[in-house]
């Protein structure tokens, strides 16, 4: 009798599954799957990493502690941590010590299974000093319906905050450029109106002291007038600068006689031991007004000197050529605008005094601000408005004890400098024929005739431009004097005369900027200029050659 089948011996124990210990068909495509799957994940992974790598943001995973699994190539490299030195790190170690609590307020959070808006913190550092910016997009990683890790992508905040930073201090400058740009005009309103009562106290002055006999008492209070109203005049004068709409004589200037010419003016003249200069030899001429120029060096020296302690220090001028491009403009630059590319002389004035905080510097250049005692009239603040007439630029660095520096940039002129002239001799002989005077402010119109019937010329009055041409039509003149303002009143004399007469000369006569006039009067052309208050004997010369052509 044949024993049963499961008398005749223990089954295979090589595997489970099919009868004879061969495993089955769905246990091969298991394990192939599971294999699959495995190499699947493990490609994904590498390819994952791959592109984190490759994007410029710090990419970071962390588990449920906190700790760092992964770290990105450019996170590394951001951070300044090796390939086996970021192993181990929990947020705490890489995140400055402001925003630890922050983050591990919010990790919590995260963990119980919030999901949180981005959120900007700073990065530290591997040198434990440098912090760096940072916006923290971040997804929580999530397995059988736990929070087991967090997903980050960090993105460096350093140019955004630098732009930012940049946009804002240009702003500041901008309003504060166009606060004293209104400052500007109304000082230059305000100068205006003084010139109009200065010009008639003044050549009255001229005239009494021209007429009163050398034995008269009342010559020498005459003269203390003439005195005053010469001052307020300077005065006026400096609100123009400082409004940027002074009388210019521009010529081709040596930046080193400027220097000379400057601290010539000043209580200690040019030997004053403080001062030391250095002036760079065969430096090429700048193109503007040399008592105006001289008057900038003259104001920063006075100030830096002011700066020094008493008994000692000691203040640098120095001249040197240099050239500022587009893309390397000079630091402490007060303007907002850019210097343009080109060569410049560039006259530094630097003391070793008290030196001033980022607030004083800022309002240095505003008309009547002083940190000494009041009464000190205009001061810095017509560097301001010459530097801007002249097409140059100031630049000002300082720190409380440290001293300041203040340089001072002129563009270079394409001509060489012209020797100043030795004054002429104030010879006023008699000038001859009619001169037209037209101004609608009836005393200045009236001292301006005056003036002219002194130096020997017939003279009439007109208010504006309809009357000066009925008068041209009907009198015979040899010379037009017209008063020029911002209303375009000079320009409409000119061509109302010119129609009329058009081999008459006309002379504008006016507080602005030569400069300033002959660009409100665009193609017109005039015989001459005459800058208001009037000066007698260069009223004379400039009449008498336009007389003689």
């Not at 983050?103 to 530290?124: D, K, Q």
């Not at 001072?408 to 001169?435: F, H, I, K, N, Q």
Request: with cysteine.
């Amino acid at each position: 009798m044949k024993p049963s089948a499961h008398t005749e011996g223990p089954p295979s124990a090589e595997r489970p599954g099919a009868p004879g210990g061969e495993p089955s068909r769905a246990d091969d495509d298991a394990a192939h799957a599971l294999q699959d799957a495995e190499r699947r994940a493990t490609e994904a992974q590498g390819h994952y990493h791959d592109l984190a790598s490759m994007l410029p943001a710090l990419i970071s995973e962390t588990d449920a502690e906190g700790r760092l699994v992964f770290v990105n190539r450019y996170g590394l490299e951001l951070t300044g941590y090796g390939e086996d030195e970021w192993r181990g790190l929990s947020l705490i170690d890489v995140v400055a010590p402001v925003d630890r609590a922050r983050v591990m307020e919010n990790f919590a959070r995260r963990m119980a299974g919030a999901e949180l808006p981005p959120s900007t913190y700073h990065v530290l550092h591997r040198d434990g000093v440098t912090l760096i910016p940072i916006e923290l997009r971040a997804a929580n990683i999530v397995s059988q319906g736990r929070v087991v890790g967090t997903r980050c992508v960090l993105f460096d905040l350093r140019d955004r905050v630098a732009a930012e930073r940049e946009r804002l201090h240009y702003e500041q400058r901008t309003l504060e450029a166009r606060r004293l740009e209104s400052l500007g005009v109304l000082a230059g309103g305000v100068a205006h109106d003084f010139n109009n009562l200065l010009a008639v106290v003044l050549g009255n002055a001229d005239l009494a002291l021209l007429e009163l006999p050398p034995e008269s008492s009342a010559l020498a209070h005459v003269r203390d007038i003439w005195v005053a109203a010469q001052r307020a005049a300077a005065l006026t004068k400096q609100l123009l600068a400082y409004a940027g709409k002074a009388p210019f004589h521009r010529t081709s200037v040596d930046a080193n006689a400027l220097v000379h010419s400057a601290l010539a003016q000043l209580p200690g003249g040019a030997d004053d031991p403080r001062v030391d200069l250095q002036l760079s030899a065969e430096l090429p001429p700048v193109h503007g007004d040399r008592s105006h120029l001289a008057q900038v060096i003259q104001n920063l020296v006075a100030n830096a000197l002011e700066a020094l302690p008493p008994g000692r220090g000691s203040v640098t001028v120095e001249t040197r050529r240099v050239d500022v491009s587009a893309t390397a403009q000079p630091p402490g630059l007060q303007d907002p605008d850019q210097l343009p590319p080109g060569p410049y002389i560039r006259c530094c004035v630097r003391d070793d005094g008290i030196g001033m905080d980022a607030r004083t510097v800022a309002r240095m250049f505003e008309p009547f601000f002083t940190t000494k005692f009041t009464g000190r009239g205009l001061g810095l603040s017509v560097v301001v408005g010459v530097m801007r007439s002249h097409g140059g630029g100031i630049a000002v660095r300082s720190q409380p004890g440290r001293g300041t520096c203040v340089d001072v940039y002129l563009p270079v002129a394409s001509t060489r400098a012209e020797r100043r002239e030795a004054a002429p001799e104030d010879r006023l002989a008699p000038l001859c024929g009619r001169a037209l005077v037209v101004d609608h402010v009836p005393e200045v119109a009236g001292i301006v005739a005056r003036l002219l019937g002194r130096l020997g010329l017939e003279t009439e009055t007109a208010r504006d431009a309809a009357q000066a041409t009925r008068a041209v039509e009907t009198q015979r003149f040899d010379v037009v004097l017209a008063a020029s303002r911002g209303g375009g009143e000079g320009a409409q004399v000119v061509r109302a005369v010119s129609a009329s007469a058009p081999d008459l000369p006309v002379v504008l006569y006016s507080a602005d900027s030569e400069h300033a006039v002959r660009e409100r009067l665009g193609d017109v052309r005039v015989a001459g200029y005459l800058d208001k208050p009037f000066d007698l004997h260069l009223t004379h010369v400039t009449l008498r050659a336009v007389l003689d052509r």
